[in-house]
């Protein structure tokens, strides 16, 4: 499971609250999640995100409330891989769960800027920051994960025979 994309960068303690704000969630369209996506910590994120790009985080990524909605929000705004130095864990499980990539590298998230081009191999389990030439090492994805994200989340994968 390979990505590249540019790096949009948040700091700790994003919670859900902030990637997904409560006004919004009277809604299931993931369109409509997504055009609300971090709106209330960035202003500028949607109008600046383009599919493929890499969110990257600090501590505690995803602390709040257990909402689905918060991944949902992120994956359909076009981000296809979460580095962190750490996540909420029911934040990482949903984010399991609906399809979201989503990995924990402390070394990663502290070195990588806003705007590099980052590579992440989460089956080798690099990610090599294009901008500066550093890699990090980080967990590759185990199998049964990559099912999932491939397959486009838990249930989607289940109802395909994927898993």
């Known amino acids: 499971m390979k990505f590249q ?3 949009i960068k948040y700091g700790d303690n994003v919670d859900t609250d902030v990637i ?42 995803g602390c709040g ?9 992120i994956k359909e705004s076009g981000i296809a891989l979460v580095i962190a130095k750490s996540f909420a864990r029911i934040f990482y499980r949903n984010s399991i769960n ?3 990539a989503i990995v924990e590298c402390e070394e990663a998230a502290e070195a990588i800027a806003e705007g590099h081009l980052v590579e992440a191999d989460l ?6 920051d294009k901008t500066t030439g550093e890699s990090f090492k980080t967990q590759p994805f185990p199998d049964f ?3 999932i ?3 486009g989340g838990l249930v989607q994968s289940i109802k395909n025979g994927e898993i």
Do not use: W
């Not at 299931?28 to 790009?53: P, Q, Y």
């Not at 089956?123 to 090599?128: E, H």
């Open 20 to 61: 997904i704000p409560a006004r919004y969630l009277n809604t299931t369209d993931k369109k409509e999640l997504a055009s609300h996506c971090m709106e209330d910590i960035d202003k500028t994120f949607i109008s600046r995100v383009k599919a493929g790009d890499i969110m990257v985080a600090g501590y505690n990524f």
């Open 145 to 147: 994960i990559q099912k």
């Open 98 to 100: 609906i399809g979201l």
């Open 149 to 151: 994200v491939a397959g």
């Open 123 to 128: 089956d080798a389990g690099v990610i090599y």
């Open 65 to 73: 409330s257990s909402r689905e909605h918060a991944p949902i929000a």
């Open 5 to 7: 994309g540019t790096v």
